[in-house]
């Protein structure tokens, strides 16, 4: 099983706890944007660059998934691409996408953007804060104690 994270909107503090986290359960992570990074140095840590453009980031994420693979993003689309392939996604607040919820993510996604592209303003989600960190950091623990159950 493999981490991977839609790193180009992705916030320093979540990647912070993803960094921490591959190295104390040794899961290899790689983080995929379209603009370099820094990134800890580490065996279990990687970052690969991708050429600017729609779903650049998306579309090597989904080519290189493998089923059970984790995915981190905001991204619903790319979410549902992940849940599509057998991957599980997480975005950054902790929510998981799942089969039973993505269809419905879609369908509010798609709604805002046609308020938004009828000139209706809807703002923008929250500033993450710590209790999303602490939401987000409690789901990826549980999330890797069950795969390392399923795999012992």
Same mark, same amino acid.
Request: include cysteine; hydrophobic fraction near 40%.
């Given at each position: 099983?493999?981490?991977?994270?839609?790193?180009?909107?992705?916030?320093?503090?979540?990647?912070?706890?993803?960094?921490?986290?591959?190295?104390?359960?040794?899961?290899?992570?790689?983080?995929?944007?379209?603009?370099?990074?820094?990134?800890?140095?580490?065996?279990?840590?990687?970052?690969?660059?991708?050429?600017? !453009?729609?779903?650049? $980031?998306? =579309?090597?994420?989904? #080519? @290189?998934?493998?089923?059970?693979? +984790?995915?981190?993003?905001?991204?619903?689309?790319?979410?549902?691409?992940?849940?599509?392939?057998?991957?599980?996604?997480?975005?950054?607040?902790?929510?998981?996408?799942?089969?039973?919820?993505?269809?419905?993510?879609?369908?509010?996604?798609?709604?805002?953007?046609?308020?938004?592209?009828?000139?209706?303003?809807? !703002?923008?989600?929250? $500033?993450? =804060?710590?209790?999303? #960190? @602490?939401?987000?950091?409690?789901? +990826?623990?549980?999330?890797?104690?069950?795969?390392?159950?399923?795999?012992?």
């Amino acid at each position: 099983m493999e981490i991977w994270v839609d790193a180009d909107a992705c916030p320093a503090m979540i990647k912070d706890i993803l960094f921490r986290a591959a190295q104390r359960t040794k899961t290899p992570l790689t983080l995929i944007a379209n603009h370099p990074l820094r990134i800890p140095s580490s065996r279990y840590i990687q970052f690969k660059q991708v050429s600017a !453009g729609f779903d650049v $980031a998306d =579309n090597e994420i989904v #080519k @290189k998934l493998n089923v059970g693979d +984790l995915v981190i993003t905001a991204d619903i689309p790319l979410a549902a691409e992940v849940v599509a392939k057998g991957g599980h996604a997480l975005n950054p607040r902790g929510e998981r996408y799942t089969t039973e919820n993505i269809r419905e993510r879609l369908t509010m996604r798609d709604f805002m953007e046609t308020l938004r592209s009828s000139g209706i303003v809807t !703002g923008g989600p929250s $500033a993450l =804060n710590h209790s999303d #960190k @602490k939401v987000f950091a409690d789901q +990826l623990d549980k999330f890797l104690a069950q795969h390392k159950n399923n795999t012992s």
